[in-house]
């Protein structure tokens, strides 16, 4: 008798499926994150030291090891303001 | 309400370029990011630990942000010292920690053998080693435990 192939057509369409969108979100997210795995369990303290890596690298997520900063980096800090007038 | 309303919350970022007035010493400021702080941290708190205690007792006193700007510099002077003296002697073994650091949520426990091997090198160059403060007496730090239970999934 012959096997019902067309049986498992919607399995492999499902596990395609999983698949593709699985990929695309990790693509997607690690694309955000300049190729390393997304930060999760972050704290107060980790999203200060993320603002300051803005500050001196330009992306949440840039690293340098340097010790010297670049030129504009003591006055580059940015104050929350709100205006109340 | 069908008419455009500004919100109180400003769009553009607030950024003021004045720099610190004249009659304050000038220290350059440390330009490492999150990673290698994280992967220096230990060494810079056996290295500088008495600038740092020195500015938190200082800071115990008043939290405002103009009263503790000499032990601040201090400190300053001492983290860019050692992160100086790092990189001339463990610059390999730093970049590798620090970058498994930032592959795997900037944790330390899935990052031991790159840990150990920075931690061996500073201990041989420059005799910092790595001390938890607070370990319970006789527990071995977590650090040295041959076969910890929270570890990275491969070897």
Known sequence: ?85 | MSSYQPGSVQTRPYIDPTPLPDNIPKVQELGLSSGPLKSAAFFIGAYCKDFNEDFMLCKAENRDPGHCLKEGRRVTRCATDLINKMRENCLSQFQEHWNCLERNNQEYYLCRKPERSLNACMFEKLGLTKVIPGTPEGQKPIHEVESPIFKAIQK
């Open chain 1, 1 to 85: 008798m012959p096997v019902p192939w067309e049986a498992l057509i919607p399995f492999g369409l499902v596990t395609i499926m999983f698949g593709v969108s699985g990929t695309l979100l990790n693509v997607s997210t690690r694309a955000q994150n300049l190729g390393k795995p997304v930060r999760h369990n972050i704290d107060n303290w980790d999203e200060m030291m993320m603002r300051r890596d803005e500050q001196l690298t330009g992306h949440k997520r840039g690293q340098r090891d340097d010790p010297t900063p670049r030129a504009g980096f003591e006055t580059s800090s940015v104050w929350y303001t709100e205006k109340t007038t």
